[in-house]
């Protein structure tokens, strides 16, 4: 397969394999979503792992340290 890859600032384009193409594509998706989550953060902090899982909407799970913690207190 042939991609387009800038190289010191020009395109060129290279031949490669199928499986180099699927990760090239799949960075590609990466940089896009991490974009993407970028812009959601509404105070124009950086794209940072610790404020999607403290902030995010998404599934919490409880780690083993804190689930001991969390039955000592009890």
Same mark, same amino acid.
């Given at each position: 397969? #042939? !991609?387009? =890859? ?7 384009a @290279? *031949? @490669?394999?199928?499986? @180099?193409?699927?990760?090239?594509d ?5 940089? #896009?979503?991490?974009?993407?989550e ?10 940072d #792992?610790? =404020?999607i899982?403290? *902030?995010?909407v998404? !599934?919490?799970?409880e780690?083993? *340290? ?5 039955? #000592?207190t009890?």
């Amino acid at each position: 397969m #042939e !991609v387009t =890859i800038n190289y010191n600032g020009q395109a060129v384009a @290279v *031949e @490669v394999t199928l499986e @180099v193409y699927e990760f090239l594509d799949r960075a590609d998706h990466k940089t #896009e979503n991490l974009f993407h989550e970028q812009r959601r953060h509404w105070d124009g902090r950086e794209f940072d #792992e610790y =404020i999607i899982t403290t *902030e995010g909407v998404g !599934v919490y799970g409880e780690t083993p *340290e804190e689930y001991l913690c969390r039955m #000592e207190t009890l």
